[in-house]
């Protein structure tokens, strides 16, 4: 990505996707904390379920930005990588925004289609990241960052 996007931007977006990482980790752990509390008959607060909340909002909100700025260079490989972008930009980001704000009990349909524009987007980076390498070893991407490169 360093020949696609500003270091400021992959800075960013790494930092964003780094702290998804993490408050996913800890989400996972806490969930884990929560069923044993209640499989135990512990009461669980509400401060608990609120800590899930936020945790969860924030891991989420973290994926859109590193998302939507990883796109921009991902879009710049064109082909494979404008599909990737356009499922990021027009689908996964915005349905991700649009579950938080709607009632909860509406949620659901978006959320779940959410997560399809995310799938699909990650399953096709694996395509676009595992295309053959050429005999000097430049895979695709490489290949098409450098003539980007060259153009500029």
């Given at each position: ?20 990482g ?30 899930q ?14 998302s ?14 404008r ?13 991700g ?25 990650f ?21 098409d ?8």
């Amino acid at each position: 990505m360093r020949e696609l996007l500003s270091p400021v931007a992959i800075g960013v977006a790494l930092g964003a996707m780094l702290l998804t990482g993490l408050l996913d980790v800890v989400e996972n752990h806490h969930i884990l904390a929560v069923l044993h509390a209640f499989q135990n008959d512990a009461p669980i607060s509400s401060e608990e379920m609120q800590l899930q909340f936020v945790a969860s909002n924030l891991k989420f909100h973290g994926t859109y930005v590193g998302s939507l700025l990883f796109a921009f260079g991902i879009y710049r490989l064109g082909g494979l990588g404008r599909v990737i972008a356009f499922l990021l930009w027009f689908g996964y980001v915005p349905l991700g925004m649009i579950t938080f704000a709607v009632p909860t009990a509406m949620a659901g349909p978006f959320a779940l289609t959410r997560t399809a524009f995310f799938v699909l987007a990650f399953a096709l980076l694996g395509v676009l990241f595992s295309r053959n390498t050429e005999a000097s070893g430049t895979t695709d991407m490489g290949r098409d960052a450098e003539k980007i490169g060259a153009r500029a």
